[in-house]
């Protein structure tokens, strides 16, 4: 009897310590990279999938799910770091340009994971220029920082300003990694832990590892039907964009040392080239440094997921993958990213979470940035806070279908410039309408220069890479008027109305 009684008992212990592993929140270790936009993943296809190291990046995907239509909702670094922190678009975070800072009073989402009994920490480019508030640590670039042997700024030295900065040795992906890893180490796995690790790369000088100098060596990368885009006039679209040609300049500039940065495997130029000639030589080492800097990122993903897998820790981590905004590399002559166009406007994002997520599986409900948030407190069993304005899509990863889903999102990007000017717009399934206004906020940062106004139209089944503006179009009359009507009521939904500027 004592023995059955013994056994019984010993069941019961081992169903609780089930239940409780079972029930306990999941880890979440969101991993984001500065301008790694989708053409450069492979996973999303184009004309570079065959070229891209991408092991790990499909790893995750194949594990887990791959979102096809994610956007941001101001494409340009600090404002989408901005609206992935706080959920808010960046009307309601105050965080319209580069030149804005997240106030450090405000919620956000790791302050209140850090309130829920989340152990919290950010390692890499927080660039949101406030000290970072909701986590127990962290050490992050100052701005931009370096590629090699970076500068960090930590809780503990702060207020010291540059003086107080440590200096670490190594490439900024395999450092940021091995604090990231450090600091995951320590942590005591009875608490959950929501970990940010923010990588510099992709950003421009496009800078890589010493162990990817040789790859790619002899490579001819194929060409983006529109590199050979000369000037608004060939699509009709209202603004002249940020020409290749312009990144051509800064390579020779850096050649000789003055610019403000420098760039890799200089000195560069295109002497004795014609215009054709110069912009294809620009746009292959452009392609090849790009995806050199973001193979040492898959690199580093590879062992963070390592490291889950040998401490048992992979079940139960919700592990996503994205980067702040899109890019262009060399679609209609363009680099850098800020435009609504698709290569700017589109986010990559995988996410794995094997208890909840079935793997190898593609989601095309359109989700935005702020939406972000609002999944992370979802899966911390925390009631959505108001202050996102964003939404949960966890059902939606789950395969539940979700009936009043958006079909349509709203964009603002604030600076102005004469070949980038201010704008906004509305995206359906189909369809994109853009209002280029071309007048610079209040404020610091934009240029004061005003443009007379123009719309855009795409129809992205008829016209995926936008290449025609359709805008004067007859056919498209209704479409434009309900669509305008549309964009009308979700500047409205959103609270843009346009105070104080």
Known sequence: MKTKIWYLFLISIFFQVSCSQSEKRPNILFIMADDHTSQAWGIYGGILKDFVKNENIERIARNGAKLKNVFCTNSICVPSRASIMSGQYSHKNGVYTLRDSLDSTRDNIARTLQSAGYRTALFGKWHLKSKPTGFDEFTVLPGQGNYHNPY??????????????????????????????????????????????????????????DRYRHLYDGVEFPEPE??????????????????????????????????????????????????????????????????????GIDDNIGRLLDYLEDNGLDENTVVIYTSDQGYFLGEHAFFDKRMMLEESLRMPFIIQYPKEIPGGTEYDEMILNIDFPALFADYAEIDKPDYI??????????????????????????????????????????????????????????????????WDFYDLEEDPAELNNAYDQSKYRKIIARLKSDLQKLKEETGDGDDPF
């Not at 200089?266 to 002497?271: E, G, K, M, V």
């Not at 070949?419 to 369809?431: D, K, S, V």
Request: charge should be negative.
């Open 226 to 295: 529109s590199l050979d885009d000369w000037g608004a006039g060939t699509t009709k679209r209202s603004f002249p964009g940020h020409q290749i040609d312009i990144l051509g300049e800064r390579y020779e500039k850096a050649s000789t040392g003055d610019f403000w940065t420098s760039y890799p495997e200089l000195p560069f130029d295109t002497d004795g080239l014609d215009s054709i000639e110069a912009r294809k030589k620009i746009y292959q080492k452009f392609i090849r440094d790009f995806l050199r800097s973001g193979a």
């Open 152 to 209: 960090f700024k930590t809780l503990e030295n702060w207020e010291k300003g540059e003086e107080g900065m440590i200096q670490k040795q190594g490439f900024s992906s395999d450092v940021i990694t091995d604090m990231s890893l450090d600091w995951l180490s320590t942590q005591n796995s009875d608490e959950p832990f929501f970990l940010m690790c923010h990588f510099k790369a992709t950003h421009e000088p496009f800078d890589f590892a």
């Open 389 to 454: 304005q964003g939404e949960s899509f966890r059902d939606i990863l789950s395969g539940e279908e979700v009936a009043d889903w958006r079909d349509k999102m709203y964009y603002r990007y604030w600076t102005h410039s004469p070949t980038r000017p201010a704008h906004l717009g509305i995206r359906t399934g189909r369809y994109k309408l853009i209002y280029y206004y071309g007048k610079s906020i209040d404020g610091e940062g934009p240029i004061e220069d005003l443009k007379e106004p123009g």
